[in-house]
């Protein structure tokens, strides 16, 4: 199975800062189709997740600009231009080129 | 807007089958999308446990494979969940959905 690392697992920023949240593959995420299937969501405490980003950089309907992804092959960011109150929460990279689908491990962002 | 809702049993015994329920409105699963139930396990650990296709191929995680079964009923546009042979270690809040639609989360504790 793919695993996707999360750094860092933790999280302290203070509102109106930039964060940015890694994610890393064992195995390029480019599917044969051109597609990376990488995607980012956030858990905000007791609520579902949410999709924020999809396919590497694609903002979901809906989602704040603040929110931006990047990479690429095995190598993922999403940065978090000026936090807010409402962005608290735990944040997932999750994988859907190879089967199974597979979750990062999670990065909680907190209030410093 | 495209909902979902989970409904089952919150309470199973050991060597039982968990049974979920997805309920969804607003979109016919027969149209489009992979619906899938995904877990969260107590911590942040999520698991991706697999897919009904919107054409009814499946789609399972092999590390459930010989336990799991989803399957659908379109006429009342939901699909569901079987999970054989449960131990504790499969206590966990189940979702349906897709990665853009989530339903809000059932709570499954596997307890005698």
């Known amino acids: 199975d793919v695993v996707l690392t999360q750094t860092p697992p933790t999280l302290s920023a203070t509102i109106g800062q930039s964060v940015s949240i890694s994610c890393r593959s064992s195995q390029s995420l480019l599917h044969s189709n051109g597609n990376t299937y990488l995607h980012w969501l956030l858990q905000r405490p007791g609520q579902s997740p949410q999709l924020l980003i999809y396919l590497v950089s694609r903002l979901e309907s809906g989602v704040p600009n603040r929110f931006s992804g990047s990479g690429s092959g095995t190598d993922f960011t999403l940065k978090i231009s000026g936090v807010e109150a409402e962005d608290l929460g735990v944040y997932y990279c999750?994988?859907?080129?190879?089967?199974?689908?597979?979750f990062g491990g999670g990065t909680k962002l907190e209030l410093k | 807007e495209i909902q979902l809702q989970e409904s089952g049993p919150g309470l199973v015994k050991p060597s039982q089958s968990l049974s979920l329920t997805c309920s969804v409105t607003?979109?016919?699963?027969?149209?489009?999308?992979?619906w899938s139930w995904i877990r969260k396990f107590p911590g942040n650990k999520m698991e991706w446990m697999g897919y009904i296709s919107n054409s009814g191929s499946t789609n399972y995680n092999p590390s459930l494979k010989i336990r799991i079964s989803i399957t659908r009923d379109t006429s009342k546009n939901q699909f569901f969940l079987q999970l054989n042979s449960v131990t504790t270690e499969d206590t966990a809040t189940y979702y349906c959905?897709?990665?853009?639609?989530w339903g809000q989360g059932t709570l499954v504790t596997v307890s005698s």
């Open positions: 607003g979109y016919t699963i027969t149209s489009g999308y992979d």
């Open positions: 959905g897709t990665f853009a639609y």
């Open positions: 999750v994988q859907g080129t190879h089967a199974p689908w597979t």
